[in-house]
């Protein structure tokens, strides 16, 4: 009686943290660990400073097979310029921390034309256009966790954190030690793969949604997505160099999507000029009543700093002296 004893004893340790992964409640500290490296992983892709550039491709079934379009975005401090070409036409809306204009040229040789210039960045106006442009939703391709069954959103982990609809159901250990987070989010249901050794960084991806239309027949979508990363940067970290995700639904649609990213060394681009975001970068003169902010120079700062030390130091050492004087006399 005693060996069994022992030898379930023995089982129950060995079985207890396959166990704990495998629970349908999701430990407290795991689920903190998870949130917090995705926080990290959120932290980085805000604070990237280089020129962010990538160029889509989207597959549909049908005629429209093998549309391809580019967008290159640029970051600089949290601001951002969208260029989008669509069928020769090129729209760019910018924003720096005061202004928002869009202009737009039809074929590349058209000169620039603007098509609108917001002064006030919290009016209605102004909004619109920056939703529009996807200017308020910063692309964080190593971060974003990716929702959605036909329409994929890019959900930022900071906004999931308290996210009733957000909920994780299930964690297991995958045989590749990548550890498959089940999940609930509303209606849907879905899995992502995740990396612990990087902050539990989203490799994979799956989500299905199933819904009775009105005419009581049942559908489902289905969404996967896939990163492929780079090799480790100088900081340790990965950056995400390819995206790829499908949907696909019952009755036979598939929408495919790849996109491909490129990060410049920061050490050769530096930050954007602050000349990027104003209107005579593109031709065109500034919009009357329009001041904007030059940025503050600061080497006349430094010279007038460094020669009022120089004065102080002169200052200290010129008393010094005459105060050594009267003793050299008395020796």
Aim: aromatic residues 8%.
């Amino acid at each position: 009686m005693g060996n069994i004893r022992l030898m379930l004893a023995a089982v129950a340790c060995f079985a207890l943290p396959d166990m704990k992964l495998r629970a349908d409640v999701i430990d407290p500290e795991i689920k903190r660990d998870i949130l917090a490296g995705w926080a990290e992983l959120e932290r980085h892709d805000n604070s990237r400073t280089a020129i962010d550039a990538h160029w889509e491709r989207h597959e549909l079934e049908g005629p429209n097979k093998g549309n391809k379009s580019g967008m290159t975005r640029y970051r600089r401090n949290g601001e951002a310029a969208r260029i989008s070409s669509v069928s020769e036409k090129t729209d760019d809306v910018v924003r720096n921390s005061k202004y928002i204009f869009s202009v737009t040229r039809e074929p590349d040789t058209h000169p620039w034309t603007m098509r609108f210039v917001e002064l006030d960045l919290a009016s209605n106006n102004a909004k619109e256009l920056q939703d529009a442009a996807f200017l308020t939703q910063t692309v964080a391709p190593t971060s974003a966790v990716l929702l959605g069954s036909f329409v994929v959103q890019q959900r930022k982990p900071s906004s999931l954190s308290d996210d009733p609809k957000f909920k994780m159901t299930k964690i297991e250990r995958l045989p590749d030690g990548l550890i498959k987070l089940h999940y609930q989010y509303d209606r849907l249901v879905g899995e992502f793969d995740c990396d612990p050794t990087a902050n539990y960084v989203i490799r994979r991806g799956r989500s299905r949604h199933q819904f009775q239309t009105k005419k009581g027949s049942s559908q489902e979508y289905v969404m996967t997505h896939e990163r492929h990363f780079g090799p480790v940067g100088a900081d340790g970290r990965v950056s995400v160099e390819r995206f790829v995700s499908e949907v696909v639904n019952n009755p036979g649609g598939r929408h495919k999507r790849e996109t491909t990213y490129s990060y410049p060394d920061v050490r050769n681009t530096g930050e954007l000029d602050e000349e990027r975001f104003r209107l005579t970068a593109y031709g065109l003169p500034e919009p009357e009543g329009i001041v904007w902010e030059k940025p503050r120079r600061w080497l006349p700062y430094w010279l007038a700093g460094a020669g009022v030390l120089i004065i102080l130091v002169t200052t200290w050492w010129l008393r010094k002296k005459r105060r050594a004087r009267p003793g050299e006399k008395q020796l």
